[in-house]
């Protein structure tokens, strides 16, 4: 006959020898479970600055279509006084002319109401300042009656040394004169027939 005391007594030094053996199993389950969580977190994190960037570039660009459309629509809607539009370069600090219209917009002349419509675009221009860096917009009429409408814009403050890898406006030709630092500059141009 067999002794039960024995063999509960050989069950359980086995089983007292396979826990001994897993000993520490536990906690290092845990630590690479932390590890691969923690390259996860990473990559959201990475996610997260990638699209912050996009976004931010995003709104950069819409601001552009719209400083451009609005000068766009003022040279449409003024087209006998087009000729004073043209060579205009301005900033977030001002024009290349003087811009200030001193009558109300039914009593000025083409050629007032082209300042007028300067100086609003100026002050949009300097209101997108917060958005754009060294933003500039410039606008040239070609001898086929073509306005070039263009606006620069400094993206490096998004990119850093990313914005040295992407077109910059001096690859397209796109460049006015004035500026030195020409590799950081994003160009927006559009050509107009009025």
């Known amino acids: 006959m067999i002794n039960s005391a024995c063999i509960g007594a050989s069950r359980h030094a086995g089983a007292e020898k396979r826990a001994r053996q897993q000993l520490g199993m536990t906690l290092i ?33 819409s601001q552009v279509v719209m400083l451009a459309e609005f000068i766009a629509d003022r040279i449409r809607a003024n087209t006998a006084g087009a000729a004073s539009y043209d060579g205009l370069s301005c900033d977030a600090s001002g024009c290349n002319r003087t811009t200030t219209a001193t009558c109300d917009t039914s009593s000025c002349s083409s050629s007032e109401i082209a300042a007028k419509d300067a100086e609003q675009w100026q002050e949009e221009l300097a209101g997108s300042a917060s958005h754009l860096s060294a933003v500039t917009g410039t606008l040239a009429l070609d001898a086929n009656n073509i306005w070039t409408i263009r606006i620069f814009w400094n993206d490096s403050r998004m990119y850093g040394e990313d914005a040295l890898n992407r077109h910059s406006a001096s690859d397209l030709n796109c460049t006015p004169q004035s500026v030195s630092n020409k590799d950081s500059l994003q160009c927006y141009q559009i050509r107009l027939v009025p």
């Open 29 to 61: 389950e845990v630590l690479v479970a932390a590890i691969v969580m923690g390259f996860g977190l990473l990559g959201v994190a990475a996610l997260q600055l990638s699209t912050s960037k996009i976004s931010t570039e995003s709104l950069s660009r």
